[in-house]
């Protein structure tokens, strides 16, 4: 198995595999004529998004600077609207649905670690290394994440949600509510 096949199955990998590195400069290079175009040069935004991204559906904006790890393992849905300053590590697949509100600042981590320190870091010599594992996150349709949310990795938020700013968000939210707090939490259901 690849390192990248690794990576997608939530298993450990090697985030400095040759074919992860050559993927993550591709993106880097995107992201740097996406960020420094003009506003106004809509079909060279399109072609870019379109290069970089897994899907891009009709209607997608997207505003600058935005920021992601490798891009092609990221889709989103007709109509969305992703705001400034957002961050999606797409170490494993991001899916967002359609209709959706991303604010500024909402940051999407897919990539974790172990949390003690002695399982996180291998010493190899006069090298050390730490390990990585992914889990993906979807974001169903019509859904509203505020500004500076944070999204942990393996979470899945049902549709016809909306998400308070400021919010971290755990655990998974089911469809047709409002949730916020930090840990976010199920406030009410909309109906």
């Given amino acids: 198995m690849t390192e990248k096949e690794k990576m997608l199955n939530g298993e ?3 985030s400095r595999d040759p074919e992860l590195i050559k993927i993550y400069h591709k993106a ?3 992201l740097k004529d996406y960020n420094n175009l003009n506003s106004e ?3 060279e935004r399109e072609r870019i998004l379109n290069e970089l991204f897994e899907h891009k559906a009709h209607g997608v904006w997207i505003e600058i600077p935005f920021y992601c ?4 393992n990221i889709s989103i849905g007709e ?4 705001n400034t300053n957002c961050m999606f590590l797409d170490n494993n697949k991001i899916k967002i649905g359609k209709n959706g509100l991303i604010a500024p600042y909402v940051q999407i981590y897919t990539a974790t670690h172990p949390l003690k320190a002695s399982e996180r870091i291998v010493q190899n010599k006069n090298e050390s290394r730490y390990l990585t594992y992914t889990k993906p996150v979807t974001i169903g349709d019509n859904v509203w994440v505020g500004g500076n949310s944070v999204i942990f990795p393996g979470v899945t938020i049902g549709s016809n949600v909306t998400i308070g700013a400021g919010s971290v968000v ?3 939210i089911p469809d047709n509510v409002l949730a916020y707090g930090n840990p976010c939490k199920v406030i009410k259901i909309l109906e």
């Fill in 28 to 30: 880097r290079k995107l």
């Fill in 41 to 43: 040069l809509i079909q």
């Fill in 170 to 172: 755990t655990k998974d």
């Fill in 69 to 72: 790890d490798y891009g092609e």
């Fill in 79 to 82: 109509n969305t609207f992703v």
């Fill in 12 to 14: 450990y990998y090697d």
